[in-house]
């Protein structure tokens, strides 16, 4: 009953509805009079609309296009850079690239920004995603035509939304940064807009891999997003990197510094640490880029990746076999054992003019992707210190976190010693190196050289810090400390040092110390360790290990 009560006043209030829509007919006349028949609605008025909304469409992606006119782009030019567009193309497979928020415009009103003339379709940023190699990966890349690429609230927002799809799908991110800073005009929005993602690319950080390159400036608030992403590479002589530019610091400290020296690439690949690399122009940048991206997991939850392999895993390399010196206070390069041991002796060494005491860098074995983590014999004796320390484990929890195996070449005497390096804290940086040794949970394969001397021993790798496979080369020395040293502190104020130096030497100056208490897995020929370490990732590519639930570790930082 309730229902039919219901269903009668719905009928009652639609006819209601219809006789006072017939009283606004024309000519219709009050309530009760014949209503004329309404007129067909003539389809030609939507087809004029359709064509006007479609020229609107075309005239916006082709000024889209040209970002800030061919007068800007002309000058982008001659100052030897390619266009936002131009570097996205170069960048990605040819065709792959599918653009977001084409249309998008700032929305400032203030200062005259409300002109037609100063409404860029898309604004001062390209952003989307497409593919290299085959494989997904989100690019933004900045328009300096537009603004000087500067940073707004709209800018900020298509950036935001390409990381938020990145982390939903799962897949890089990759940003182009070529940019004056924050757009003065709309004040604190484009600060949000920087904090806004600041906080992507640290929810992003340990999910998928963050790659920042440099391509021109990037001053102020805005060096803060390629700091907190994986890797940062620059452009010679074309990217700066600093969070005063060279006025401020003069009216500051009144120092005299250019661009070059004080944000330079070769103050921030060799001095800072700041940047990992830097590459002779935008093109050679881009396409080193796309080499890099290859060794590269798409996210945490997929392995490192393999590739179709030329290189025999049996290859014997005859030439470690004497590449060691005899006596132990001589040099040798080793990145003369990375690249004779790796696939094809393809080596991306990462950060190669910075704490050149120690090597890192990605390298494929029997073709899976690896870390190779080496003490530098050549640079200070291979002693680690305190740029080194901090190099080695950023670069050891990037590996682990992404699920690549890391290789170990140790041939270190131990910390570097001195003033200098205490007052700098080498306690807490020495212990970063430790940590991220010890909370890796990835393949981890050691193989001792020569000097594995003190804690230096102990940090790198060693058994202890859960290895799982340990070699020795027959002249490897695993020790407290040098034989020298360890006599002048054994016998002080004995006799026949040199005999007691023999000694030493014939009990501890060998890897059977080591061998004996489990400590190395085997002592190997050194022309055998490619395969060696080939047959051990195949077999630790299964390998499942867990560390204790936690919020998060309390590395020293």
């Not at 570097?87 to 929305?107: A, I």
């Not at 803060?224 to 009216?251: E, H, N, Q, R, W």
């Not at 250019?258 to 590459?279: M, N, P």
């Not at 940590?435 to 058994?463: L, N, Q, W």
Request: charged share 20%; aromatic share 8%; proline share 5%.
């Amino acid at each position: 009953m309730a229902a039919l009560t219901a269903v009668r006043s719905s009928s009652r209030l639609l006819t209601g509805f219809n006789a006072a829509y017939r009283s606004l007919i024309p000519g219709s006349g009050l309530a009760g009079a014949s209503v004329r028949p309404r007129l067909p609605l003539q389809p030609r008025w939507y087809a004029v609309s359709h064509l006007s909304v479609q020229e609107r469409i075309e005239n916006k992606r082709k000024a889209a296009l040209v970002g800030g006119g061919q007068t800007r782009i002309e000058a982008q030019h001659k100052r030897g850079k390619l266009t936002a567009r131009e570097r996205v193309e170069l960048l990605l497979d040819s065709g792959t690239f599918v653009e977001y928020d084409t249309f998008v415009e700032h929305r400032c009103s203030d200062f005259g920004m409300e002109a037609d003339q100063n409404k860029f379709p898309g604004d001062s940023v390209v952003t989307g995603q497409g593919r290299i190699n085959g494989r997904l990966v989100y690019v933004f890349s900045q328009d300096f035509t537009v603004f000087g690429g500067s940073l707004s609230g709209a800018h900020a927002q298509k950036i935001c939304k390409i990381m938020d799809q990145a982390l939903l799908v799962g897949a890089p991110v990759i940003g182009l940064n070529d940019s004056g800073g924050a757009r003065i005009q709309e004040g604190v929005e484009s600060l949000a807009g920087y904090a806004d993602i600041f906080l992507r690319n640290v929810m992003a950080s340990g999910v998928v891999p963050q790659i920042s390159l440099i391509m021109g400036p990037c001053a102020g608030g805005a060096v803060y997003s390629p700091a907190l992403t994986d890797f940062t590479f620059m452009v010679k002589d074309t990217s700066y990197l600093f969070i005063t530019g060279p006025d401020v610091v003069k009216s500051v400290t009144n120092e005299d510094v250019t661009q070059e020296e004080l944000g330079g690439a070769k103050t921030h690949t060799a001095v800072s640490g700041v940047a990992h690399r830097a590459f002779e122009n935008d093109i050679d940048a881009l396409l080193n880029l796309r080499e890099f991206f290859n060794f590269l997991p798409l996210s945490n939850k997929d392995s490192a990746p393999v590739i179709e392999c030329q290189d025999p895993s049996e290859r014997l390399v005859p030439g470690l076999d004497t590449i060691v010196p005899f006596e132990n206070t001589k040099a040798y390069d080793m990145l003369d054992i990375v690249r004779g041991i790796v696939d094809e002796r393809e080596f991306f060494e990462i950060m190669p003019n910075y704490a050149k005491n120690i090597v890192v860098g990605f390298a494929r074995m029997n073709g899976r992707t690896v870390g190779i983590v080496g003490n530098q014999p050549k640079v200070a004796s291979g002693c680690l210190d305190i740029n080194s320390s901090v190099k080695g484990a950023r670069f050891v929890r990037f590996c682990d976190a992404f699920n690549i195996p890391i290789i170990t070449f140790v041939d270190v005497p131990g910390f570097l010693p001195g003033t200098a390096q205490e007052y700098g804290g080498i306690i807490r940086h020495g212990a970063k190196l430790l940590f991220a040794f010890a909370e890796a949970t990835v393949p981890k394969i050691t193989v001792i050289t020569r000097k594995a001397y003190g804690g230096a021993y102990d940090v790198m790798s060693s058994k202890h810090l859960r290895g799982d496979v340990n070699y020795a080369w027959p002249s490897a020395e695993v020790a407290v400390m040098g034989a020298k040293g360890a006599v002048q502190i054994i016998f002080r104020g004995k006799e026949n040092q040199a005999e007691a130096e023999a000694e030493y030497v014939e009990k501890f100056a060998n890897p059977f110390p080591a061998a004996v208490r489990g400590f190395v897995d085997d002592i190997i020929q050194p022309s055998t360790t490619r395969m060696r370490i080939c047959r051990d990732l195949e077999v630790l590519a299964s390998k499942q290990q867990k560390n204790p639930w936690k919020k998060h570790a309390n590395i020293p930082l």
